[in-house]
C-alpha cells in the first residue's frame, strides 16, 4: 500500500514500502477510524438540531456554551462551528488518499479549498467564541487554542502559497503540518481519553485546570506537530536508523490513537446519539 505522502505529492517519486511507509499507513488509517467516528457524532448529534433550527438541543450534553437565548451571533457562530467541523474532518481524510489523489486530481483540488475555508472558518469563528463570546473553563486550554487557530491560519496560508507557485515538495509539507494541527480538537479528546484509561484520569482538574489539562492544551496541536515533522524528516533524509525509530513511533501513535477513539466513542459521543 503506499504510504500518505503519495496522496499530496504528485511531483515526488513513489516510494518503496519499508517500515516507515507501512508504519505511517498504519498510523492514517487508525487517525481516520477516530475521526470517522468523530464525524458520526457531529453528524448525528449536531446536524440534525442545528439544520432544522432546534439550537436548544445542543445543550443535551454538557458543553461550556452552546445555546443561550437571545444571543443571536453567537448561536449562530456555534451552528456553522459544528455545521464545518464535519466538513473539516472528513475533507482532511480525503485529501490524504492516494487513489484519490492520482485518480481524481480535480477532486483533490476542490476538497483542498473548502479544506482550506472550512479551516479558517473554523479558526476564525472558535476564536470569537473563545474571547468574543468568553466560552472557556481555564486560561491554559484558552490560550492553547487559540494558539492552534494562530497555527492553523499560518499554515492553511503557506500550504496555499506554496501550491500557487507550484512548489508541489512545499506544499505536501505544509498541507501534513495543517492537517495536524487542524486535527488538534480531535487529537485533544483522543488524548483525554487514552490518559484516562492508561492513569485514570491523573492530573485532569475539575474545571480542566489541572496540570494534565494544562500539558494537553498545548500538546493537541504542537504533540501532532512534532511527529509529523520527524516523520517528515526521516522520509526525506533520515538514516535506517532514524527511520525505524520514527516507524515505531508512528506505530505506537497509532495504537494510543485506536485506544483514545474507542474511549471517545464509548463515553463521549455514542451515549449522546
Ligand atoms: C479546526 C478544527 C476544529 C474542529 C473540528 C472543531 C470542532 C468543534 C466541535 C465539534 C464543537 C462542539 C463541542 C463538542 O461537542 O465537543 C466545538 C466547539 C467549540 N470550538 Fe471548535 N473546532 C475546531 C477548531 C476550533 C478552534 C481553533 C477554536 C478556538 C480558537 C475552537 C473553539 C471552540 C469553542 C469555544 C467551542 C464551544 C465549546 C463549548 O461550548 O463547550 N474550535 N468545536
Same mark, same amino acid.
Given at each position: 500500500m503506499a504510504t500518505i505522502d503519495a496522496a499530496i505529492a504528485p511531483a515526488r517519486p513513489v516510494r518503496r514500502a519499508d517500515w516507515l511507509g507501512r508504519s505511517a499507513t498504519f498510523c492514517y488509517l487508525a487517525i481516520a477510524a477516530g475521526q470517522l467516528l468523530f464525524v458520526a457524532f457531529i453528524l448525528l448529534y449536531y446536524y440534525p438540531p442545528t439544520l432544522t433550527g432546534n439550537f436548544a438541543a445542543w445543550n443535551e450534553k454538557p458543553i461550556i456554551t452552546g445555546f443561550v437565548a437571545g444571543d443571536t451571533a453567537g448561536n449562530l457562530f456555534f451552528a456553522v462551528h459544528v455545521l464545518m467541523a464535519a466538513v473539516l474532518t472528513f475533507g482532511g481524510l480525503v485529501q490524504l488518499v492516494p487513489a484519490i489523489r492520482s485518480r481524481w486530481p480535480a477532486l483533490h483540488r476542490w476538497n483542498g479549498r473548502l479544506y482550506l475555508v472550512s479551516a479558517l472558518t473554523l479558526a476564525l469563528g472558535g476564536f470569537w467564541m473563545t474571547w468574543g463570546r468568553g466560552t472557556w473553563l481555564a486560561i491554559g486550554g484558552a490560550i492553547g487554542i487559540t494558539l492552534d487557530a494562530l497555527l492553523i491560519i499560518g499554515f492553511a496560508a503557506l500550504a496555499w502559497q506554496a501550491v500557487r507557485s507550484r512548489r508541489f515538495v512545499d506544499h505536501r509539507r505544509w498541507a501534513i503540518r495543517l492537517f495536524a494541527v487542524a486535527s488538534a480538537v480531535w487529537f485533544m479528546r483522543v488524548g483525554y481519553m487514552a490518559w484516562g484509561l492508561a492513569t /485514570? $484520569? #491523573? $492530573?485532569? /482538574?475539575? #474545571?480542566?485546570? $489541572?496540570p494534565f489539562d494544562l500539558f494537553l492544551a498545548f500538546a493537541n496541536s504542537l504533540l501532532p506537530l512534532a511527529v509529523a515533522e520527524l516523520y517528515l524528516r526521516a522520509d526525506a533524509r533520515g538514516t535506517p536508523a532514524a527511520r525505524k525509530g520514527v516507524a515505531a513511533l508512528l506505530a505506537l501513535s497509532g495504537l494510543v490513537i485506536l485506544a483514545g477513539s474507542a474511549g471517545a466513542w464509548t463515553m463521549m459521543w455514542g451515549p449522546y446519539i
Open positions: /485514570g $484520569g #491523573a $492530573g485532569i /482538574g475539575k #474545571a480542566m485546570d $489541572g
